[in-house]
């Protein structure tokens, strides 16, 4: 069975950090590439990371990068985000999601399988 689960959202500071893990079972991590969306309450759901299965080259819209990094061990099936000065704007559900190739795609419809999701609220 194929499944991507979430951990290590919470509650920060602002300026504060996070690292997200996604440990994935039921497909073969090495052959698809994996993002990071998250979704604000009354906002659509969009990417913020994305790493490839080719080259792990990597993927970041302009609203993280620099304070966002992706990375993937395929040996422990586990895919990290680690986020740092992080902002009030940042709060939201992250979900981990599978790619349907190697490569990364800014469009939500080429991610096939998603977690449940891991809240992380970024509040004084």
């Known amino acids: 069975q194929l499944q991507l689960v979430e951990s290590g959202g919470g509650l920060v500071q602002p300026g504060g950090s996070l690292r997200l893990s996604c440990v994935v079972s039921?497909?073969?991590?090495?052959?698809?590439?994996i993002g990071w969306f998250r979704q604000a309450p009354g906002k659509e759901r969009e990417g913020v990371a994305c790493?490839?299965?080719?080259?792990?080259?990597?993927y970041y819209p302009d609203s993280v990068k620099g304070r966002f990094t992706i990375s993937r061990d395929n040996a422990k099936n586990t895919v990290y985000l680690q986020m740092n000065r992080l902002k009030p704007e940042d709060t939201g559900v992250y979900y981990c999601?599978?790619?349907?190739?190697?490569?990364?795609?800014?469009?939500?419809?080429?991610?096939?399988?998603w977690g449940r999701g891991t809240q992380v609220t970024v509040s004084s």
């Open positions: 999601v599978k790619g349907n190739g190697y490569y990364c795609s800014p469009g939500i419809h080429d991610y096939d399988y």
């Open positions: 790493i490839s299965s080719s080259d792990s080259t990597t």
């Open positions: 039921g497909f073969i991590l090495d052959y698809y590439a």
